[in-house]
């Protein structure tokens, strides 16, 4: 089959790589329908995450199960199902606790000897505990697939920074991030019933969206100037909830800048810088909790579920460009230029 | 009167300061009967947080009421009353919401301009919102008004690294210090239901008093060791609930070593280096949350204080030393050189 590999930094190629084949009883092998780039591929492709030459890459797909096996009760042949963007085997303590992040025999798609999303063909380790079944018709549903596709990471990491910035109804939240995950993060907390949401964000394509998915305020500037601003939308407090989804010191540094005393950032930017702009004096002074990290989606995918399938909440604007799997390195360079928000794969 | 003042780094006396009087209609002016010397006021000692020449020093103390100003409504001369260690007006928003430390005409004790709790009165800004009522009879019950000076700082500032550290019935906790707010959060945890307190210390007196709290297990280890000793008695994982009650660069990496997967710490140790012992990429991986800060003590006096009079939980033997007023210079020496866990001052 045809995968995408990153051999080097900005190196990114699509090419013929081994058929996955069922190699233990609980794999599935399943064909990809749909896939994307995420906002964390690229720090694997400016090489600020290491990877060994040759690594598969892409963690976020969903599609038809080819072949089941003998040991997988939940899935057949010809099952539509979405991935979250680890596996998780679904019966150990962390995986009854819902933390299938921190499955001791889950793993991420395209580590070393797994495929990874963005190719023709996955082979899922334990199926049982880490697919999820989608309704048959959604497969003709080429809207539909689209918005689904975004439970495999951005709007289930967006819902968990919600969730640890402590969003309830009529919180009043601030989200640091206008990607995918940031705009998502707009949605998961308009969802929880915040009253006012607050999307920090310059590109008004992006914002734009943070409209759509239910922000009340933009706020366009950056640093000191963006803390200044959200504090007086807010008569001179900070947010209750924030949001933190970048993972740069500044981007960290804002979020505890507009953190009202007593309130929480729940923060899914994968750290890259992200600690140094903790000051824990402050947050010490200010009783600002921090609450995140990788989000364990397969966990939340049942409750967005039936959202995103009665329309209730629709992901899919996040995704501004469609690309088949030949272009996936035109893709990187889309996103790694910011000329697209997040490069949508139909392979 | 005579109060104690820091001068310089090992600089305290006890010396003669102006009496003071009622200067704002909510003042209350208060004879202290019992003071301490707290495990913080060691920064300001050591030089590690600047003062001024000639500020006051001391922040937990209880005692009668002398006078009251014509704007307070609670309290009357004679009255017994507890100091939470900041002064808050009890009317603002922060206040309504229980996080009297935020309080915009909130202070502390000792600070350029205020009285100290080392020595022997204290004028009470805004004495409705800040101080509680004690019944009159602890007056004459030395064991016990001991135990309720704890409600001054020790015990409510334990409580809260408890209740950050999301600690419930069943939960298995670790507690990082073993000072006074260490021994206190194990009092705490142990109080909020908490079925296992594993106790880090390596003085025996203090683990002692670690296991009379509540703690069942004491790990003398420190750094990695301690780490590794925490996980083994836990079956390799780490403690759902974590107090991280000391401040320093290493406390804290011992706290996120011993945290279990998806658990929390709870800090409330002033920080000195701890920002630094915060690794945010394994706090991220393994979902460490961190919340605390400096305790809004007097939100819980009302709910610690029925305990403390009951005599279901009895801080008293955090103080393990009790002078006069005009030792309070030996007692510093003997905090800082370990001899004394805890001073107590009888003015």
């Known amino acids: ?188 907390a308009k969802r929880l019933g915040a009253e006012r949401i607050i999307a920090l964000g310059r590109h008004q394509a992006r914002t734009d969206i943070a409209r759509t998915f239910g922000a009340t305020d933009v706020v366009a500037e950056r640093g000191d100037a963006a803390v200044a601003a959200v504090r007086e939308l807010l008569g001179g407090d900070g947010a209750h909830a924030v949001i933190e989804a970048v993972g740069t010191e500044q981007s960290m540094r804002t979020a505890v800048g507009i953190t009202r005393d007593g309130g929480s950032i729940g923060y899914v930017g994968v750290p890259h810088g992200s600690g140094t702009g903790l000051d824990l004096g402050v947050m010490f002074d200010r009783n600002i909790a921090l609450r995140g990290g990788v989000a364990p989606v397969r966990t939340y995918i049942p409750e967005l579920l039936p959202d995103v399938l009665s329309g209730t909440i629709d992901p899919s604007p996040v995704f501004d460009l469609a690309i088949g799997l030949d272009e996936v390195p035109a893709g990187y360079k889309a996103m790694d230029e910011r000329t697209a928000l997040k490069v949508l794969i139909k392979p």
Not at 91 to 119: H, I, K, M, N, R
Not at 163 to 180: L, M, R
Request: with cysteine; charged share 15%.
């Open 1 to 188: 089959m045809r995968a995408t590999v990153i051999h080097a930094p900005h190196d990114i190629r699509v090419q013929e790589v081994p058929d996955p084949v069922i190699q233990q009883p609980t794999d599935v092998v399943l064909r990809v329908l749909r896939a994307c780039i995420c906002g964390s591929d690229l720090w694997a492709y400016r090489g600020e995450s290491a990877r060994q030459p040759g690594q598969r890459i892409g963690h976020e797909f969903l599609g038809i199960v080819e072949e089941a096996g003998s040991g997988v009760n939940g899935f057949a042949a010809g099952d539509l199902v979405v991935a979250p963007f680890v596996w998780s085997d679904g019966s150990c303590a962390y995986c009854a606790e819902g933390l299938t992040t921190s499955c001791p025999q889950g793993g991420f798609w395209g580590s070393v000897g797994s495929d990874g999303g963005q190719g023709e063909a996955v082979r899922v380790p334990f199926a049982d505990g880490t697919l999820v079944k989608l309704p048959a018709a959604a497969a003709s549903d080429d809207h539909l697939l689209t918005a689904l596709l975004a439970l495999s990471d951005v709007l289930g990491t967006g819902h968990h920074a919600a969730v640890g910035a402590g969003v309830e109804p009529g919180s009043t939240v601030a989200v640091v991030g206008d990607g995918a995950v940031g705009l998502c993060g707009v949605m998961a």
